[in-house]
């Protein structure tokens, strides 16, 4: 099953900011605009009964289902092979920043040779791992990482079960006194937070696809998240 995807606001956002990327290849850029035509045709009708059934018709029409259908394949490809590249690029940065951290990554996070079917599965309704991301263990503090993990969104934070580590939960928890008012905690978390700006990537904004596609700016998101994981790291190994 894919991801729940709107045509009329994600593959439509999409495929208009797809057109800058290929300015020289006619023939991409051709069927990108005969697609973009047919969601602009799709969505542009009147919701009810009248819209569901023009809907169906347009879809009847040519080849417009193996189109449609494509579009929405070519999306989520496309967001899964940009998440893939977020892993890799944290993982690089880690290792080449805080080789120190790197060398405690915990054997249940996300690897740069297995990364791409993490993502798959992600997009396609398959994921059962929670603890899906990069954790790093901290020293001296048994069952306790701090990492990059992700639902619908990119949370970071410091993970510790309050059920079978309470004292160390405690003493993560002592930390939420130094940090910003913005962490939040629960039962497998003593603290953690939603990075700002709000980074979905399910339905990505047009704000986070225009920093996903962008190299510098993904790379600089990417840093700002190590950069606070180190920070988290050092403060709960004391």
């Known amino acids: 099953m894919l991801a729940n995807i709107s045509y009329g606001s994600d593959v439509l ?31 542009g009708l009147d919701q009810g009964e009248e819209y569901m059934g023009e809907l169906v018709k347009a879809l009847l029409q040519g080849h417009n289902m193996k189109l449609a259908r494509d579009i929405r394949v070519a999306y989520v490809e496309a967001l899964i092979q940009l998440q893939e590249q977020f892993w890799r690029e944290a993982l690089m940065i880690a290792q080449a920043e805080y080789p120190e951290m790197f060398a405690s990554l ?20 398959q994921r059962k791992n929670k603890h899906y991301g990069i954790f790093f263990r901290v020293p001296g503090m048994e069952g306790v990482t701090v990492g990059i993990g992700i639902d619908e969104r990119i949370y970071t934070g410091i993970s510790c079960d309050e059920e079978t580590q309470p004292d160390n939960y405690r003493r993560c928890q002592t930390l939420l006194s130094e940090l910003d008012d913005d962490y939040l905690y ?21 704000e986070a696809l225009d920093t996903l596609v962008d190299s510098d700016a993904r790379k600089k998101m990417v840093r700002s998240y190590i950069d606070e994981l180190f920070r988290l790291w050092r403060m709960a190994a004391g």
């Open 186 to 206: 629960d039962a497998w978390w003593p603290l953690y937070r939603y990075p700002l700006p709000d980074f979905n990537f399910r339905e990505p904004t047009a």
């Open 13 to 43: 956002r999409w495929l208009e900011r797809s057109l800058g990327y290929v300015v020289r290849d006619n023939a991409v850029r051709e069927s990108i605009i005969q697609y973009q035509e047919i969601v602009e045709r799709l969505t």
């Open 106 to 125: 915990d054997p249940e996070s996300v690897k740069a040779d297995s990364v791409r079917t993490s993502c798959d599965r992600y997009y396609n309704g």
